[in-house]
């Protein structure tokens, strides 16, 4: 329920605030004053969108806010799904800057446009002149069948399942897509990978043989400077050996006389070691080389098949090779098996499409089961309501499963004996569809529990008896829900338990559009001035106290 709304820097409004009571509240005022500028500042609190072109004063911040009593309507797991801080009188605020930079808050917590327009949605119904466009759309009519009928648990039963079921069918396309492309491929995936693997690659062999053959390549040479490093150390006259053996006995005698000359003896001692060591590998390197011209042949084939099947595939290593052979690997025994897993994945999904089918067929049940009381209920109203010869009736065709359900439905209407029902939006004037839209309103109240509805000159081509009916019929509204009617009739305005009148005030440089509580006497003038106009008769003012019950 709406406590309070303030209105700053918004249109022709400088600075406006009421504080709605819990029943009926009634706006009056010429037209103009600015009733329709509130409604707009109550459908940025509602989540619709805003610029800065609504800016009173254009270098001034624009603020919109509303404070609601939610206690009462089971919103706490709302609130801490979106992370808000939970108050029982919630404070919605949006602001406009200059910029055209818009903020919405919920508690003072900033909110996406969209978590304000679903708490919008729960708090506040609005009536406006184009909801005409909004009652002829087939998705609108069905949430009123759905809220009439009671089948929410049913309908998020079907949701739940139609959106598995249009996963299960994207995986399933998904599979089918793939199982094409793999088909395609196979031959020659399996190909390239035959390739790959009748070279029996192991990794890091393209670094060994490159270095085979570096070695095979110079292998006469390597052999010779060896044996010559060779005669150069062995040789029994020059040899560097005998020579080293010769001055090891010399060193041997000197390291008796003291510590210096021996620590040059063992110096010397592990060089000719380590020159023995040398020798004896270098002799064993020397009997292992070859001159392999075959040998050479074959390495310098298998680097070249090597070679050749990286540039085929632009890669620069035997690992990127092995890495290409395991993908494609993959591919072909994923190809292999691809068949199984699309057969697998469609018999899942047919089972899905029974599920969904049957949730659909017992949700479409319980709709229909309530079109016949829907239908009769409606027209009773209209019938109070002055359109006795008044004939609703729903049209109903099954279509395709999709997100509602397998209905399509359009609401069928005629005002008048022997006319058939049509789609609303063909056949509604304005003073009738004012009326069904009063009804059906009426009748959806309690069924969709909406703490606040606000009524934008419902009574538009309706007067007198009618009139009179249809705010009898807001005062039993609410009794349970607060009500906002913007009237232009003074035998609706005067049923309201609070009134508040719009008006222009021109006594500034700019118009400003002003709100205020009326109190009884002034009620008594508006109301009167409503009946007749301005400077009302004793006449006027004798039936607006008649309306006004005094």
Known sequence: ??????????????????EPCAGLNMITGETGAGKSI??????????????????????????????FNIQNYGLKLFFQKEELDYEPACIIRREISPSGKSRAFINDTPVRLETLKVLGKILMDVHSQNETLLLGASSYQLSLIDAFAG?????????????DFNKMQKKVRLLEQ???QYQQESDYNQFQLEELSGLNLEEGEQDSLEAKEELLNHAEEIKSRASQALEHLENEELGAMQQLEAAQQHFQYLKKFGKNFEDLNQRFNSLVIELKDILESLSLEEQEIEVDYEKSEWVRERLSKIYQLQKKHGLQSDKELLELASTLADKV?????????????????????????????NLSKKRRSIFNNFSKEIQSLLGQLGMENAKVEI????????????DDIDILFSANKGIQPQP??????????????????????????????IFDEIDTGISGEI????VRMMQQIAKKHQVICISHLPQVAAKGEKHYFVYKDNSALKTISKIKLLNPEERLLEIATMISGSNPSATAFENAKELLNK
């Open 467 to 470: 009139a009179l009916q249809m």
């Open 151 to 163: 089948v929410n648990k049913e309908r998020e039963a079907y949701i739940s399942q139609f959106q």
């Open 333 to 361: 025994f994923k190809g292999d098996h691809l068949e199984e897993e699309l057969v697998e994945q469609q018999a899942l999904l047919t089972q899905s499409k029974l599920q969904l089918t049957k949730l659909g067929e």
């Open 395 to 406: 049209k109903r065709s099954e279509v395709v499963p999709n997100e509602s359900g397998i």
């Open 424 to 453: 609303i939006g063909q056949v509604a004037s304005g003073g009738e569809f004012s009326r069904l839209m009063f009804a059906i309103k009426y009748v959806m109240a309690d069924k969709m529990a909406l703490p606040t509805l």
């Open 38 to 67: 509130m409604l707009g500042a109550v459908g940025l609190l509602l989540g619709n969108r805003a610029d800065n072109r609504t800016l009173f004063d254009e270098t001034k911040k624009c603020i919109i806010e509303g404070v």
């Open 1 to 18: 329920m709406l406590t309070n709304l303030s209105i700053t820097n918004y249109a022709l409004i400088e600075k406006l605030e009421m």
């Open 178 to 180: 793939e199982k094409q």
